[in-house]
């Protein structure tokens, strides 16, 4: 079945680098993806999505890269700042009983050190 | 995106008790699905709640412990039945249909702590 996992469950970032969050997951089905937010004792928050005929989207300072081949995406944060601090959560979809259905990875804590 | 609100946004409750726990949506939505998030874990999605019929389980999941309902297109309830320690969680709702099927948003969950 589908199985989506993060690299790394931690990740520290001095204010104002970059970020990079991986992600990668086992079902080749997966269609469509999600980055989602969750700050502490808040549910998670849509960030950026990209379906599987992408290889990158790109919102504001965020921008998610798809690699089908090697079935790995990323998130990554620009200019980091310290209300960014939060744990990222992928989530993979595919069609299954007419709706998608989301299965999340484990989540990686970004801390941002002023 | 819809606005979601769950209640109650916490409680705790005694052993072999239930809890029931409602979400609420701002504006009509397709899909409604429920989650447990246990500590320091990652969603599990229990089941999508079905208006009109029975909600669909994901496995591992049985309706006699957490049956749900879902009257309407902006309303759910998930009721957590003979609670022991190990419910002790954070349960979520999400929808999704607004504005596209594929995209789910939360709401902001009920952290349930059973003693």
């Known amino acids: 079945g589908e199985s989506v996992g993060l690299h790394l469950p931690t990740l520290s970032v001095q204010e104002g680098d970059n970020s990079i969050i991986n992600c990668a997951y086992s079902?080749?089905?997966?269609?469509?993806f999600i980055w989602y937010k969750q700050e502490s004792g808040k549910g998670p928050q849509f960030i950026i999505d990209i379906r599987s005929n992408m290889d990158k989207r790109q919102g504001q300072r965020v921008t998610v890269l798809l690699n089908k081949t090697v079935k790995h995406l990323s998130l990554q944060i620009a200019a980091t700042q310290p209300g960014d601090s939060a744990v990222y959560f992928c989530?993979?979809?595919?069609?299954?009983?007419?709706?998608?259905?989301?299965?999340f990875g484990k989540g990686t804590k970004l801390s941002v050190i002023p | 995106s819809a606005v979601i609100s769950q209640k109650p946004s916490r409680d705790i409750c005694q052993r072999g008790t239930s809890l029931t726990i409602q979400c609420q949506v701002d504006s009509q939505v397709t899909m409604m699905f429920w989650y447990r998030q246990q500590p320091g874990q990652s969603l599990t999605l229990i089941a999508t709640a079905n208006q009109g019929s029975e909600a669909t389980y994901e496995s591992g999941f049985v309706i006699d412990k957490f049956p749900i309902s879902r009257p309407n297109l902006t309303f759910s309830t998930l009721t957590v039945s003979n609670m022991s320690p190990e419910d002790s969680s954070i349960y979520l709702c999400s929808v999704a249909g607004t504005p596209s099927t594929d995209t789910q948003y939360f709401g902001p969950g009920t952290r349930l702590t059973v003693l």
């Open positions: 079902n080749s089905a997966s269609d469509y």
């Open positions: 989530a993979g979809a595919y069609s299954g009983a007419g709706s998608y259905q989301l299965t």
